[in-house]
């Protein structure tokens, strides 16, 4: 493909790519397709000679967007989202153009200093401390994965990577019962393992706060037995039901007990940038170590961002870095984010956030995260009123309920929703309970998408009472 050719097939992508967006609210939101549909489509063997980039083309329009799951449609109400701004999908063509690898100063300056900016403007917009620094990673889960690590090095004095974690005793992660899987994996991948990571009770409604006493307790009796604690890993918005840890105990706790303390807020965080949540979900986050927050969840940005804060970096930096010869730099003074994250490869994400912030503001943004809050609230308040039982209230956009019958009935009301194709939702367990999640984030959706999906439930539920 020669430049020419590129530009006129740019052109197109970026013609379809304004089209379908005006269109996804007329396509359901999940395909109702059988497994192996579209890999039957799909030659088995690849091509000898290359083909024409028309008949490509032509394949992708017939194949792919039915076949999509529209994680952008505006009555995607399941999960969490993966937001994609417009102004952000132009940064994220421009890196593709420009194709950088980011992993060393040297190799991508601007990207670099760029990143070093944009963790700071995000600082500030979410209200934490001078002091912070921080890099942005692919997803929370690799985040969460470096900070612990990180606990991991600390606890055995910075000689697991070197010596392996023979000897060195049970190392122990604390956190709640709702965290996500991530944490568990993160657990695995680290070599820690899965017993070691201590799951303590939480409170009742509102918060689902881990108990603060249970895990004073439950540290002195693993050290009592001789384990070593290492470390404690606290919520902001889990992903069951939005789930927050009451910071200022578990900073307090962790202080008491010389432990690494990081925060998963990879959904809530990014409502922080308004001010009026702070008081309630992020009094005392100045103490943790470590803070994830995705911007590509509820900001905007374009999937793959996600943003960690560190209040030392020294730390994971001495757990990560790795120097041959050959990614040594002449510049001392320089930042190389590779050195803060697993991988060594990096993709210039910064441009992204640069593009987002400006263009919408942090006003911009505000508004819709107020609009989503504001909306969920008022659509579960529609759903109480016609008799649906509100399982946990709203925390920010999310909530779940239950129809009428038993755990059954409530997987089948689910089925039947997104097979509906009008809206999209997800099943959740809480105390033992099947609920449905119901949250608001998609970056374009409506007050009036919103409570369109109240007039789905309530049809769908009536049909199967």
């Known amino acids: 493909m020669d430049w020419d050719e590129f530009a006129a097939w740019g052109a197109k992508a970026a013609e379809f790519g304004a089209e379908y967006h005006k269109g996804v609210r007329e396509r359901p939101v999940r395909p109702a397709v059988a497994p192996g549909s579209f890999a039957d489509r799909l030659a088995p063997v690849p091509p000898e000679a290359g083909e024409e980039m028309g008949a490509i083309w032509e394949d992708f329009e017939r194949i792919v967007p039915e076949g999509l799951t529209h994680w952008q449609h505006p009555r995607f109400f399941a999960y ?43 600082r500030q917009a979410l209200g934490l401390p001078e002091g912070f620094s921080g890099v942005i990673q692919d997803s929370a889960s690799s985040a969460t994965l470096s900070a612990v690590l990180t606990m991991r090095e600390r606890a055995t004095g910075w000689t697991g990577n070197r010596e392996g974690l023979s000897g060195k005793g049970q190392l122990r992660i604390y956190c709640s019962d709702q965290v996500h899987s991530s944490i568990d994996r993160a657990c695995w991948v680290a070599g820690i393992g899965q017993e070691n990571l201590v799951k303590l009770p939480t409170r ?134 590779s050195e803060w994250t697993i991988p060594l490869g990096r993709r210039f994400r910064a441009l992204k956030l640069w593009f987002l912030i400006r263009y919408y503001g942090l006003e911009g943004l505000r508004a819709r995260l107020r609009n989503h809050v504001a909306w969920a609230g008022a659509l579960c308040e529609d759903l109480r009123r016609d008799g649906f039982e509100i399982v946990t209230e709203p925390i920010l956009s999310l909530f779940t309920f239950r129809g009428p019958g038993d755990d059954a009935a409530q997987q089948a009301l689910v089925d039947a929703i997104n097979a509906d194709g009008r809206i999209y939702v997800t099943q959740g367990m809480h105390a033992g309970r099947k609920v449905i999640r119901f949250q608001v984030g998609q970056f374009d959706c409506t007050r009036d998408d919103v409570m369109m999906a109240g007039t789905v439930i309530r049809e769908l539920a009536g049909d199967r009472s």
């Open 204 to 337: 009742d409604a509102p918060e689902f706060a881990v108990d603060a006493e249970a895990l004073r307790a439950r540290i002195a009796e693993d050290r009592a037995a001789g384990h070593v604690p290492a470390g404690i890993i606290a919520v902001t918005g889990a992903t069951g039901v939005g789930a927050w840890d009451h910071l200022p105990e578990l900073v307090e706790i962790a202080r008491d007990e010389g432990l690494y303390l990081h925060l998963d807020a990879a959904w809530a965080g990014s409502a922080m940038i308004c001010p009026e949540f702070r008081a309630q979900f992020w009094e005392a986050v100045e103490g943790c170590d470590s803070i994830v927050f995705n911007p590509h969840k509820w900001l905007g940005a374009q999937f793959d961002c996600s943003v960690q804060f560190l209040r030392d970096p020294k730390q994971q930096i001495d757990t990560l870095k790795i120097e041959p010869e050959y990614l040594k730099t002449s510049h001392a003074e320089v930042v190389n984010y």
């Open 80 to 122: 969490f989202p993966a937001n994609a701004a417009p102004v952000s999908m132009l940064a994220e063509m421009l890196v593709s153009v420009l194709a950088p690898q980011c992993m060393l100063w040297q190799t991508s300056p601007v990207a670099t200093e760029m990143e070093g900016v944009m963790i700071d403007w995000l």
